[in-house]
């Protein structure tokens, strides 16, 4: 058990909808990362957010946002969706920026669009 | 532009020795990661080569050199319980406000045999 928690473990929706995953870093972690993983595939980096504010972002498509609260927590919102955004979504985080080449992933998030 | 290779498979037998390679070309460089991925699991973080040599944790083996842009895991006394997905990923250029972006390779699936 890594520490970060993901909610939901599983998402089953339709093409066109728009969906919200959670995130909650280990104690004490102020970095959340965002990755996706489609199958057989490799990680695709997202978003990044420290203390609050986004600090990196890599392929991620104007239809998704995220954004992460006070209480450190982060949420990645998924918009019109399309049978391409089946994938796991995993949520990372390590205690500060400089220390990003060691993170700690969350469970994950299944999505799939129907 | 920045990129990582690794093998995208890798068979080896329960017992033996692998070593899976990784090198990178990047525009900055601060150290080389090493992560594991079960089939349908979260990637968990295995080791970090900020500097040249060779980094023991109990059967897994990291090494590290920087003037050829190359590192490599090396697992010992195979296990099945070590199949799985292999990413190595680089520590690369500074961002902004001490953010390092963390570079991922495709990853290497380890298939072992009895």
């Known amino acids: 058990d890594s520490g970060v928690t993901q909610t939901p473990k599983h998402l089953i929706t339709a093409t066109g909808q728009r969906v919200t995953l959670r995130c909650s870093p280990r104690s004490g972690d102020l970095s959340v990362y965002w990755y996706q993983q489609s199958l057989d595939q490799g990680l695709q980096f997202l978003i990044q957010?420290?203390?609050?504010?986004?600090?990196a972002k890599g392929n991620i498509l104007e239809r998704f946002s995220a954004q992460q609260f006070p209480d450190l927590h982060s949420e990645l919102n998924l918009s019109s969706l399309e049978l391409g955004d089946s994938a796991l979504y995993f949520c990372a985080s390590s205690v500060v920026p400089g220390q990003t080449y060691e993170q700690y992933f969350g469970p994950g998030t299944r999505l799939t669009v129907t | 532009g920045q990129s990582l290779e690794q093998p995208s498979e890798v068979t080896a037998v329960e017992g033996a020795i692998v070593q899976i390679n990784c090198t990178y070309q990047t525009s900055g460089f601060y150290g080389l990661s090493w992560y594991q991925q079960h089939d349908g699991g979260a990637p968990t973080f295995l080791s970090y080569n900020a500097l040249d040599g060779l980094e023991e944790t109990g059967r897994f083996s990291s090494f590290l050199s920087r003037s050829d842009s190359y590192g490599y895991l090396l697992l010992q006394e195979l296990q099945m319980k070590d199949s799985a997905s292999y990413f190595c990923a680089v520590r690369g250029p500074r961002t902004m406000d001490s953010n390092y972006q963390l570079i991922w390779g495709a990853g290497t699936k380890l298939i072992i045999k009895p």
């Open positions: 957010y420290y203390n609050g504010e986004e600090r």
